[in-house]
């Protein structure tokens, strides 16, 4: 039995959690009503549709093989009249069963490549029956979120219980009669279209609203971001864990996965320091710049600052990340004229660059990535999480892993933070630098602090601004928006409203015209990372800033410096630190 047919039979329980939607609405649930007309869809988004559409008057057609007697069985049990016939056999008399069940009144759909494709590459049936019938063709795109595809001729999609599934319906507009290549064109864009918006929804998640002043001093702005009447704010995950992350100790679920999470964290990392897992080289020399929490400690913009070191000092480097665009971005912005390079094999990533005539390889965030030879590893401490959290493990905490016993792998290691530079945060750097001073002693530390600069233009709308930046609406999809806000609000007295989306998250179609109204003509501001996710979102008239991030070296940084160089130019071999 085919596997599809298979599917189609043990999905229909599971198809109760999946979440149809418009992808003009993707918010309201969405349960079209076919006409009496013909529908032509691809068959890979056969199992979606048959449940959705299950219990209309639609009339399709199934091949005269065994497989095609099984999904007969099954649509006619859904309510489905079924003709059968396909392209290479019984054609003819499947078309003639479906024209007598249009004159009944059904509806007809189709899977235009099916049974046996090529996959999307419509067949003559669909504008032939539509002919014949003398009717209108309306083509069906659908896209899920999440969920797997199989390694048949057409990838046939099974959405995952609870993903989102985007169906659209769309006229193919002719003065005649459509063709085959009108449906395919229609059925074509109507598909790119769902997919769109599947993309945004797996990228998208719940937002945290952050306001400012007292509750009651509501202003436009706070009327227009503030959600309906009636309807509960969901907090997101993300949310919830930070909330945790704050107390002195997580809820007791969340400390039991974190014991887990260190054993096996933990496991790894002795089998590497076992030589049963084997790091491979690239044969260039390789930097890490990783950390132990999961953002927000600036790992990105400090490869940046050391791919600008290494330029400086004549080399070509090459910049390896995980491949998230904004990340991305924000690399080519920071440093010009360097390779870049996003995949999460940093090992073919390194072999392909040397291969192109990199000299040197930088690794963001490489510090858990064992598996490349790092020549040099230079750990990032966040001093905010190290401040304000329970420093536990993931999920319990944002910590990857004990950083006490991070700091013994590490041939140089960097403080950093972006809260003002005070002498309490003096004291507590120094306090830190001692710490790591017993734990690791000779390892050099370098003490940064990030801050911020004069927000600069990013739109059309903004470079034609006619006196100083004026934005309403604070907008940041990073680890640690409170931070962004804090730097956004001594920037800008302007700023009236603040939006705090997940890690590279992306606001939903509501959200955008939320903050647009909000935005007014003052605008929207952003971060660097951000603008290469959100600036595309917006009309290119709105005035969107963006609030450039500075680096201002406190201590340490010659020291720091010079390893780097030594490093790149193969004057030193450090070799991995002794453990402790």
């Given at each position: 039995m085919d596997l599809a047919v298979r599917l189609v039979r043990a999905a229909l329980p599971i198809s109760r959690t999946w979440r149809f939607r418009h992808p003009d609405d993707p918010r309201r649930p969405y349960r079209p009503r076919l006409k009496h007309e013909v529908h032509?869809?691809?068959?890979?988004?056969?199992?979606?549709?048959?449940?959705?559409?299950?219990g209309q008057k639609l009339?399709?057609?199934?091949?005269?093989?065994?497989?095609?007697?099984?999904?007969?069985?099954?649509?006619?049990?859904?309510?489905?009249?079924?003709?059968?016939?396909?392209?290479?056999?019984?054609?003819?008399?499947?078309?003639?069963?479906?024209?007598?069940?249009?004159?009944?009144?059904?509806?007809?759909i189709l899977t235009g490549d099916g049974p046996r494709g090529p996959r999307r590459s419509l067949k003559e049936g669909t504008a032939r029956i539509a002919m014949l019938m003398d009717s209108s063709v309306t083509v069906v795109g659908v896209a899920?979120?999440?969920g797997p595809r199989l390694p048949s001729w057409d990838r046939f999609l099974i959405p995952a219980p609870g993903a989102t599934v985007f169906v659209s319906l769309a006229p193919v507009l002719q003065d005649g009669a459509p063709d085959t290549g009108d449906i395919q064109a229609a059925l074509q864009r109507e598909v790119a279209r769902c997919e769109q918006a599947a993309r945004e929804a797996r990228r998208a998640r719940p937002p945290l609203i952050v306001r400012e002043g007292r509750e009651g001093e509501g202003c436009e702005g706070d009327r227009t971001l503030r959600p309906g009447r009636g309807t509960p704010v969901r907090r997101s995950l993300e949310r919830r864990l930070r909330d945790q992350w704050r107390r002195p100790r997580a809820a007791l679920p969340?400390?039991?996965?974190?014991?887990i999470y260190g054993g096996v964290h933990e496991g790894r990392h002795r089998l590497y320091d076992l030589g049963l897992l084997a790091a491979h080289s690239a044969g260039i020399p390789v930097i890490s710049v990783g950390g132990v929490t999961i953002g927000g400690s600036g790992k990105t913009p400090l490869a940046a600052c050391i791919a600008r070191t290494l330029q400086e000092a004549g080399h070509r480097p090459a910049l390896l990340a995980r491949g998230y665009?904004?990340?991305?971005?924000?690399?080519?912005?920071?440093?010009?004229?360097?390779?870049?390079?996003?995949?999460?094999?940093?090992?073919?990533?390194?072999?392909?660059?040397?291969?192109?005539?990199?000299?040197?390889?930088i690794v963001d965030d490489g510090f858990q990535h064992r598996r490349l030879f790092r020549d040099l590893n230079l750990l990032v401490l966040d001093r905010d999480a190290l401040r304000r959290t329970n420093r536990a493990r993931l999920p319990a905490g944002p910590f990857r892993e004990s950083w006490e016993r991070a700091v013994v792998r590490a041939h140089a290691i960097l403080t950093t933070g972006r809260e003002p530079w005070t002498a309490e945060l003096s004291r507590f750097d120094g306090q830190l630098r001692a710490r790591i001073e017993r734990l690791a002693p000779g390892v050099p530390v370098a003490t940064a602090v990030f801050g911020h600069g004069p927000p600069e233009a990013a739109s059309a709308g903004a470079r034609g601004w006619p006196g100083s930046p004026a934005p309403r609406v604070a907008l940041t999809g990073i680890m640690k928006p409170n931070l962004f806000f804090a730097q956004a609000g001594a920037a800008c007295a302007s700023v009236r409203e603040q939006l705090a989306l997940s890690d590279h998250g992306v606001p939903s179609p509501r959200e955008r015209t939320a903050v647009t109204r909000a935005a007014g003509r003052g605008g929207v501001l952003t971060t660097r990372k951000d603008l290469s996710r959100l600036g595309p979102l917006f009309d290119p008239d709105l005035p969107i800033w963006v609030l450039p991030e500075t680096l201002t070296w406190k201590t340490g940084w010659e020291d720091v410096r010079r390893l780097i160089r030594d490093t790149a130019s193969d004057r030193r071999d450090p070799g991995p630190p002794a453990e402790k």
């Open positions: 032509a869809c691809w068959h890979e988004h056969l199992l979606p549709l048959t449940c959705l559409l299950a009339a399709t057609l199934a091949s005269r093989d065994r497989d095609g007697e099984i999904i007969s069985c099954i649509l006619r049990r859904l309510g489905y009249e079924v003709a059968r016939g396909s392209s290479t056999r019984g054609g003819s008399a499947g078309f003639r069963q479906l024209a007598r069940s249009f004159e009944a009144g059904r509806g007809v899920a979120s999440t969340l400390r039991g996965l974190a014991r665009t904004d990340e991305l971005e924000l690399l080519a912005h920071e440093a010009p004229g360097t390779s870049i390079r996003g995949h999460p094999d940093r090992l073919r990533s390194a072999r392909r660059a040397a291969a192109e005539g990199a000299t040197v390889a």
